[in-house]
């Protein structure tokens, strides 16, 4: 009987053998016919196993959409591993109330269905992928959950367990779901096979539509549009649409157009998708940052009119047409325009957008809101905002007194106040921000009563009428100037047509007077040579 050393000694000289084999077949058997033998000996090991294996990638379609099924077999896995599996991941739930524990990688479980026991294996393959652009290879990493059953229970699993598991996966997803805020990474971090694409945080955003200060009216008629659009899945179907909605939000700086999309998310329980063009590479990149966004979420660009120079070649046409305007304004123009597209990092197109939001692209996945922000209106394409793009148009305007009321409040939790009818009259006059209203309605310290703030808020809209005032008349009178720099320029520039077409009629005139001096000079030699 061999001792523990001998056992020890054979078990090395083994292992060490195999290795120097596996080695020598790695480094000088030709990748094509390993491709061959790996080809058979799988096809042997299977006419000799009595298991089946099944295996679900974290990404389907050649990488570009995560696979939903992958994200219900875990959902459905994290209620069996925990109590099974000797290695897992900790993950903070919704508030960070608790723990949810799932398999970590290379981990499995065993699970048991109608007296039918299964293993779920849990991998991660590192692989090599080609990055465009400098020829380097750069490593990815590639997940995937492994289902193996006995082969005798074949049709049982795969017409009854795996329903069961996707079902119940599912609803455990939407019964954790946590609402996230996403916002798109640049390519140069994206990995093959790795959710790279997207960075999120959990959304806390405490805006609501009851504390969003707006007129009453508008705010039902927006909130059940958004509620037609969420209970409208057979009706879009039967229409023959996508099932998506778009909303521009459009309006002067802090009238609450970030706030209303907050309202919107929480309204609905959306998911958002902060969508920043200017870190898009391409129309390519762009289409597959879309196809990696789920349902029952807002893809949202703020400030669209800055994000792409989408008005850049109407603004040269009206630049060139333009005969009255002055030349320096003409020269900051140009000089913005230069710095503009000396920054500009992104070769996203208007068609590439127009095409990733309403294309065929977009009825790849449903339920989606698509929103734009813009302080500008009117610097927009009007192909970029039509309706069957961007379906309802929303202005966010200045605080008027129903939007004050909603503020108030909120702010210092009163509902009338003897100077609510001074405060009407001059919100009436003044166009102030809702952002501004709440900042001076907010008590800035503990002695500060609701008194103190309404009347600090009467007194900030005098003031912002005094300066609109002014800023009215200085207004006025840099427009007086202007065209009186125009009309002189006119005249100057008539003056000087006229002065030319003065010396050319002088200088045409002269040079007639010589051609009919000249033809009496030659006239008068013909008649001297035919007297002579």
């Given at each position: 009987m061999l001792d523990t050393a001998a056992i020890w000694g054979i078990t090395g000289t083994t292992v060490t053998s195999f290795m120097f084999i596996w080695a020598i077949y790695s480094q000088y058997v030709p990748r094509?016919?390993?491709?061959?033998?790996?080809?058979?000996?799988?096809?042997?090991?299977?006419?000799?196993?009595?298991?089946?294996?099944?295996?679900f990638n974290e990404y389907t379609d050649e990488g570009l959409k995560r696979s939903e099924n992958y994200d219900a077999i875990r959902n459905y896995l994290s209620t069996n591993s925990a109590a099974r599996?000797?290695?897992?991941?900790?993950?903070?739930?919704?508030?960070?109330?608790?723990?949810?524990?799932?398999?970590?990688?290379?981990?499995?479980?065993?699970?048991?269905?109608?007296?039918?026991?299964v293993k779920w294996y849990s991998s991660l393959k590192e692989i090599q992928t080609q990055s465009s652009g400098y020829g380097r290879s750069s490593s990815g990493e590639r997940r995937f959950f492994t289902l193996t059953f006995h082969r005798r229970h074949r049709g049982m699993i795969i017409e009854s367990y795996i329903t069961h598991v996707l079902r119940e996966g599912r609803e455990i997803g939407l019964r954790n779901r946590e609402r996230k805020l996403f916002t798109n990474n640049s390519s140069s971090e994206w990995y093959a096979w790795r959710s790279g694409k997207w960075s999120n945080v959990p959304f806390h955003h405490p805006a609501t539509f009851e504390t969003l200060a707006m007129d009453p009216e508008k705010k039902e008629r927006i909130k059940k549009d958004l509620i037609k659009f969420s209970k409208?899945?057979?009706?879009?179907?039967?229409?023959?649409?996508?099932?998506?909605?778009?909303?521009?939000?459009?309006?002067?700086?802090?009238?609450?157009?970030?706030?209303?999309?907050?309202?919107?998310?929480?309204?609905?329980?959306?998911?958002?998708?902060?969508?920043?063009?200017?870190?898009?590479?391409?129309?390519?990149?762009?289409?597959?940052?879309?196809?990696?966004?789920?349902?029952?979420?807002?893809?949202?660009?703020?400030?669209?009119?800055?994000?792409?120079?989408?008005?850049?070649?109407?603004?040269?046409?009206?630049?060139?047409?333009?005969?009255?305007?002055?030349?320096?304004?003409?020269?900051?123009?140009?000089?913005?325009?230069?710095?503009?597209?000396?920054?500009?990092?992104?070769?996203?197109?208007?068609?590439?957008?127009?095409?990733?939001?309403?294309?065929?692209?977009?009825?790849?996945?449903?339920?989606?809101?698509?929103?734009?922000?813009?302080?500008?209106?009117?610097?927009?394409?009007?192909?970029?905002?039509?309706r069957g793009r961007m379906d309802n148009h929303i202005e966010m305007s200045y605080c008027r007194f129903e939007a004050f009321k909603v503020l108030a409040k909120n702010y210092l939790e009163i509902e009338t106040h003897e100077l609510y009818g001074e405060i009407e009259r001059l919100l009436e006059e003044t166009d102030v921000s809702p952002a501004d209203v709440a900042e001076t309605l907010m008590p800035k310290?503990?002695?500060?009563?609701?008194?103190?703030?309404?009347?600090?808020?009467?007194?900030?809209?005098?003031?912002?009428?005094?300066?609109?005032?002014?800023?009215?008349?200085?207004?006025?009178?840099?427009?007086?100037?202007?065209?009186?720099?125009?009309?002189?320029?006119?005249?100057?520039?008539?003056?000087?047509?006229?002065?030319?077409?003065?010396?050319?009629?002088?200088?045409?005139?002269?040079?007639?007077?010589?051609?009919?001096k000249g033809s009496e000079e030659n006239s008068d030699l013909h008649e001297s040579n035919g007297t002579n």
């Open positions: 094509h016919l390993r491709s061959y033998i790996e080809k058979y000996a799988y096809k042997m090991i299977g006419w000799v196993t009595l298991y089946v294996h099944i295996k599996a000797l290695r897992l991941k900790a993950d903070e739930s919704k508030n960070s109330k608790a723990l949810v524990l799932s398999m970590d990688d290379h981990e499995e479980v065993e699970d048991a269905f109608d007296g039918v026991k409208g899945k057979d009706y879009y179907k039967k229409v023959g649409k996508p099932w998506k909605r778009g909303y521009l939000l459009f309006g002067p700086p802090g009238t609450g157009k970030s706030t209303m999309i907050s309202a919107i998310a929480n309204f609905l329980e959306y998911d958002v998708y902060d969508l920043e063009l200017t870190t898009v590479k391409d129309n390519s990149e762009l289409k597959k940052l879309l196809l990696d966004t789920k349902g029952k979420s807002i893809i949202v660009i703020e400030d669209i009119d800055c994000s792409l120079n989408l008005t850049g070649q109407r603004k040269s046409k009206k630049e060139e047409d333009e005969e009255e305007e002055d030349e320096e304004e003409k020269k900051k123009e140009e000089e913005k325009k230069k710095k503009m597209e000396g920054e500009k990092q992104s070769n996203v197109t208007l068609s590439g957008l127009l095409n990733s939001i309403d294309g065929l692209w977009s009825a790849c996945s449903d339920e989606k809101i698509i929103i734009f922000t813009t302080n500008f209106v009117d610097k927009l394409d009007p192909a970029l905002i039509r310290s503990d002695e500060e009563d609701a008194d103190v703030c309404i009347k600090r808020l009467v007194k900030t809209v005098e003031e912002e009428k005094e300066k609109a005032k002014k800023l009215a008349e200085e207004e006025e009178k840099s427009k007086a100037e202007r065209q009186e720099r125009r009309r002189k320029k006119k005249e100057e520039a008539e003056e000087k047509k006229k002065k030319i077409e003065e010396e050319a009629k002088k200088e045409k005139s002269e040079e007639e007077d010589k051609k009919v």
